[in-house]
């Protein structure tokens, strides 16, 4: 149960984190013109492909003792970040930002531009724009980043293992836990745990689905499904 | 920055516009006009691709030009030469796009109400009040833009764009698609808001329609340069420019080649190509040997049964029906001279000749509707 609840915790502190962060950095790639926008996005989506070890692996690296994050943490609160919520929560946000950012790319584009012109002419600043036009308009793309990022967050394996290690309480979720229950031959409680992760994870997708559905029809807009927007 | 009250701020707009895009398939597209807009309705006019909605788009801000000026009476919104570029926010420069764009997820009221951020609140809601009624829309206040008719909705874009109480008036097509009726109400409306606020108003349009309708003064663009201006009976009857003639309604478009120069008489005869054709056209700055283009409007052109005698139209061209076809209130009729002409008639006049597919006809065109037109 302990599992349960820090994988939670862990999936709705990362997905809060993804939320604001994600949305000033898919507006700049959604609406910038500037010619190396290719690279950062290249590295946004480097998540989607690289095995989960070796984005580990270097998180692991820079958290260490001697690298740069492990000293600067070490520095401001007295303590090194491997092996500790903070670091896995860390390592989680990088691991989980396409999932964030691109259905929010991509609600931020699919608003016509005209509205955005109009609203221009109509006196509003970007920040108003943003606000009154942009955002309300990509209420679907916005619940696909929470949902995307916080479900993946729940079902991460590889990176927590790296970073976090398998520490009971603070670093190990509930994903680990499901492992080392197989490990151990107990597949009853194994079982348990999977069947809670599954039936989650049904809960939130019946969710969204119900959501874009309603608001597909204020709006007139098309029916939007998580997948489409990877 | 507001004009207090009924006080009239009649300012002209001007723009000097120079701009150059680079287009991947052909050759880049060049704009170069220098416009002046009265207060009251203006037109501007040409076929799809002659840069109207660019200039549209650099007048309000949202297109850079690369050089020139736009100013709105003493006040300067764009200057290339002292780096002046006022942004979209604070020119007060009202649009109404094509396809209005209307804010699909707010009502209509608050829709009307977006420009007045930053009001407080009992003004806001009087200026929204007084542009409701003005364009008769105040039941509407509560729905949404996906909910309402088209011209209802055009009636919105107006009312928001104007609830500002903006300098200038940019209309990019945005009455297309409406009966002439409504069409006509709904401009009737603006005429009425206009007459108290008289600013510039600079309609855009590619239909002929349109112009014979609004127009007071039409400037027509074509290949991003202004071609003509004066009114629509100047710039329509007179095209010196090919794709503005076709877009301005003439229905027979000839080429031939000049085979006789008549100072004397004004006129000069040119033999149409692929056929033994000739027809007397105006004088033009031509030589014999050249090629030309001429436009001819279908309903100039009178037809007969009989080869008609003592006439004073110089051109009477034998030639053969090939179909008729009702469009509309009037008959759309092919004649094949050699070349083919199409004519308009009236249904009555149609029966009354006893028209019918492969009868023998005459066609007589006046010298003077006989239009040249540059390529």
Same mark, same amino acid.
């Given at each position: ?79 090194? @970040? ?112 999977? @069947? ?35 | ?7 009239? #701020?009649?300012?002209?707009?001007? &723009? ?27 037109? /501007? ?31 300067? !919104?764009?200057?290339?030469?002292? %780096? ?57 206040? &509560? ?5 309402? *008719? ?7 874009? /107006?009312?928001?764009? !104007? ?18 009726? /409504?069409? &006509? ?23 002929? #329609? ?11 663009? =074509? ?19 090919? %794709? ?20 004397? =008489? ?24 050249? %090629? ?9 052109? !009178? ?9 004073? &139209? ?8 090939? *179909? ?7 008959? %759309? ?43």
């Amino acid at each position: 149960m302990t599992a349960l609840i820090l994988s939670l915790k862990l999936a709705f502190c990362v997905s809060a984190i993804l939320l604001a962060g994600g949305m000033p950095l898919a507006y700049w790639l959604a609406y910038s013109n500037w010619r190396g926008k290719f690279l950062l996005e290249a590295v946004v989506a480097l998540p989607l492909v690289l095995p989960p070890t070796v984005l580990g692996f270097y998180v692991l690296v820079a958290m260490g003792p001697h690298g740069p994050l492990g000293t600067l943490w070490q520095t401001l609160f007295g303590h090194g @970040l491997a092996f500790t919520f903070e670091g896995l929560v860390l390592a989680s946000v990088l691991y989980s930002l396409p999932f964030a950012v691109q259905p929010l790319i991509a609600s931020f584009e699919s608003v016509d531009r005209k509205l955005l012109d109009a609203s221009a002419v109509l006196g509003a600043g970007r920040l108003r724009t943003f606000w009154r036009v942009i955002l309300p308009l990509s209420i679907p793309g916005v619940v696909t980043a929470l949902v995307l990022s916080f479900a993946h967050t729940m079902g991460e394996f590889g990176v927590v293992l790296m970073v976090g290690g398998n520490l009971a309480g603070i670093t190990r979720t509930v994903s680990i836990d499901i492992y080392d229950h197989v490990q151990s031959l107990e597949y009853a409680e194994a079982n348990r745990m999977a @069947l809670v992760l599954l039936a989650i994870s049904f809960a939130v997708l019946t969710m969204v689905y119900a959501i874009n559905r309603q608001v597909g029809r204020q709006m007139g807009r098309r029916l939007w499904t998580p997948w489409a927007a990877k | 920055m507001d004009t207090v009250g009924g006080e009239v #701020d009649s300012a002209m707009l001007t &723009a000097r516009l120079k701009l150059e895009r680079r287009r991947a398939s052909s050759s880049p597209f060049v704009l170069d006009v220098s416009i002046e807009i009265p207060p009251g309705f203006s037109i /501007l006019f040409g076929p799809s691709g002659a840069g109207k909605s660019t200039v549209l788009d650099c007048i309000a801000g949202l297109v850079r030009p690369d050089g020139g000026s736009i100013t709105a009476g003493s006040e300067v !919104l764009f200057d290339s030469e002292s %780096r002046v570029n006022c942004p979209p926010q604070a020119r007060r420069v009202a649009y109404v796009f094509q396809t209005l764009a209307l804010f699909p997820h707010m009502s209509v009221e608050e829709n009307v109400a977006y420009g007045l951020n930053g009001l407080p609140q009992a003004e806001r809601s009087a200026r929204v009040e007084e542009l409701l009624s003005a364009f008769r829309v105040e039941k509407l206040r &509560a729905r949404r833009p996906l909910e309402i *008719s088209g011209g209802e909705r055009q009636r919105i874009a /107006l009312a928001r764009s !104007l609830v500002t109480q903006p300098r200038v008036l940019l209309l990019d097509e945005p009455l297309t698609g409406l009966d002439a009726e /409504l069409k &006509a109400a709904i401009v009737d409306d603006l005429r009425a808001w206009n007459a108290a606020h008289g600013i510039p108003i600079l309609y855009v349009t590619h239909t002929r #329609d349109e112009v014979d309708a609004l127009g007071e003064r039409v400037i027509a663009m =074509d290949h991003g340069r202004v071609v003509s201006q004066g009114t629509p009976l100047e710039v329509l009857e007179a095209p010196r420019r090919k %794709r503005l003639a076709q877009a301005a309604g003439f229905e027979n478009m000839l080429s031939g080649t000049i085979v006789d120069l008549r100072e004397a =008489d004004g006129v000069m005869r040119v033999r149409l190509s692929e056929s033994s054709c000739e027809i007397e056209v105006p004088l033009g700055h031509a030589k014999t040997g050249d %090629r030309v283009h001429i436009a001819i409007r279908a309903g100039d052109i !009178l037809l007969a049964t009989v080869k008609p005698e003592g006439l004073s &139209a110089r051109n009477v061209i034998e030639g053969r029906i090939v *179909s008729m076809e009702a469009r509309g209130t009037l008959i %759309r009729l092919r004649v094949d001279c050699g070349v083919e002409f199409i004519v308009h008639l009236t249904p009555g006049a149609t029966q009354s000749l006893e028209l019918s597919a492969g009868k023998r006809v005459w066609l007589v065109l006046k010298t003077h509707s006989c239009h040249l037109v540059e390529e």
